[in-house]
C-alpha cells in the first residue's frame, strides 16, 4: 500500500476502495450503509495509551481518526467549542480507529487487548 499518500482525500479514496463497504439490509429492508465486509479488531485501551498510540499513528503516517469527551453533548458549535478550549494534553480519548498496512498498525497495537 503507497502509504505515503500525503493528501487526505487520496488516503481516504484509496482506503474505501480497500475496505470494500458494503450495505447490510435487514430482513424489514432497514439499510445499515457503509460497513466493511472485512473483518474488523476492536482493542481496548486507557485515555493514556489512545493519546500515545494516536502520536504513533502521527509519526507512521498512518490514517486515523479519533472521538474524544469534548465531542460529546450540546450543539456541534460548543463541542467545537470545547475542543478549542482543550489543550492536547488534557484531552480524555473514548476511541480511536486506523486504516493502513496491517503490519505497521499491529505492531503498534500489540500491547492492546480485544474489546469485550
Not at 500525503?6 to 432497514?30: A, H, P, R, T
Not at 481518526?65 to 484531552?91: A, C, H, P, V
Request: hydrophobic fraction near 35%; include cysteine.
Amino acid at each position: 500500500m503507497p502509504y505515503k499518500i500525503k493528501d487526505f482525500n487520496q488516503k481516504l479514496n484509496f482506503l474505501k476502495e480497500k475496505m470494500s463497504f458494503i450495505d447490510f439490509v435487514n430482513k424489514d429492508g432497514s439499510i445499515h450503509k457503509s460497513i466493511s465486509w472485512l473483518s474488523l479488531i476492536v482493542l481496548r485501551g486507557k485515555n493514556g495509551e489512545i493519546k500515545k498510540l494516536r502520536n504513533e499513528f502521527i509519526e507512521n503516517d498512518i490514517l486515523f481518526t479519533d472521538f474524544i469527551e469534548t465531542m460529546t453533548g450540546d450543539t456541534y458549535r460548543e463541542q467545537l467549542n470545547k475542543t478549542l478550549e482543550t489543550s492536547s494534553e488534557d484531552m480524555n480519548y473514548f476511541c480511536i480507529a486506523a486504516f493502513g498496512e496491517k503490519e505497521i498498525i499491529d505492531s503498534l497495537t500489540k500491547k492492546f487487548s480485544l474489546w469485550h
